[in-house]
Nanobody
Framework: QVQLVESGGGLVQAGGSLRLSCEAP????????MGWYRQGPENQRELVAI???????NYGDSVKGRFTISREKVKNKIYLQMNSLKPEDTAVYYC?????????WGPGTQVTVSS
């Protein structure tokens, strides 16, 4: 089963930036998309951004124009550049990889934005 390694979470002031990364190390056959979801203390897990290895990207409405997802093509590794962070972006961010056989979630990384 694919194992996902996440990094880059932390504490930042409102208006600041963070970059998250997620990698599926080793052989990870069949991955055709990877993305980020988040879950706040009182919210359901929601889409932040996803990148299809064909090149298409999708973003949640609340992060459009502030967050950018990108991929390192030689690896199954993605980045989420988060700019102009707001307190409401505070959540646990989960990486997800998708194959024709199913999906895998990372353990999550905490992002906290102070006002």
């Amino acid at each position: 089963q694919v194992q996902l390694v996440e990094s880059g979470g932390g504490l930042v002031q409102a208006g600041g930036s963070l970059r998250l990364s997620c990698e599926a190390p080793g052989r990870s056959p069949g991955i055709y998309a990877m993305g980020w979801y988040r879950q706040g203390p009182e919210n359901q897990r929601e889409l932040v951004a996803i990148i299809h290895f064909s090149g298409n990207t999708n973003y949640g409405d609340s992060v459009k124009g502030r967050f950018t997802i990108s991929r390192e093509k030689v690896k199954n590794k993605i980045y989420l550049q988060m700019n102009s962070l707001k307190p409401e972006d505070t959540a646990v961010y989960y990486c997800k990889s998708v194959t024709p056989y199913g999906s895998t979630w990372g353990p999550g990384t905490q992002v906290t934005v102070s006002s």
